[in-house]
Nanobody, 122 residues
Framework: QVQLVESGGGLVQAGGSLRLSCAAS???????YGWLRQAPGKEREFVAA????????LYGDSVKGRFTISRDNGKNTVYLQMNSLKAEDTGVYFC????????????????WGQGTQVTVSS
């Protein structure tokens, strides 16, 4: 059974930082992983993606230069370091695996975590 478990969300003031973690089990950890987010009333949005060994990453325009995706294959864990947070970064953040599209910016994945809430107060 595939499980993706996110942690690290919370309430932070604008300008602050958070680090999200995604622990994966039940699947071969190699392969692309993604972080996506969804704000109330909005569609799910691509945030970042990373390839199997971490030497290729892609970021959404709204987070480029502020967020960093990384992975530790020894721990089957993917991370999202979020700095200089803004109110518009508020939403539920999802970790995803098993991409269904060749595009790294896609939001189409086979497996999803339950999500972790990030709230940035201005």
């Amino acid at each position: 059974q595939v499980q993706l478990v996110e942690s690290g969300g919370g309430l932070v003031q604008a300008g602050g930082s958070l680090r999200l973690s995604c622990a994966a089990s039940g699947l071969t950890f190699s392969g692309r992983y993604g972080w996506l987010r969804q704000a109330p009333g909005k569609e799910r949005e691509f945030v970042a993606a990373i390839n199997w060994n971490g030497d290729y990453t892609l970021y959404g325009d709204s987070v480029k230069g502020r967020f960093t995706i990384s992975r530790d294959n020894g721990k089957n864990t993917v991370y999202l370091q979020m700095n200089s947070l803004k109110a518009e970064d508020t939403g539920v953040y999802f970790c995803a695996a098993g991409p269904r599209s060749s595009s790294y910016a896609s939001v189409e994945y086979a497996y999803w975590g339950q999500g972790t809430q990030v709230t940035v107060s201005s």
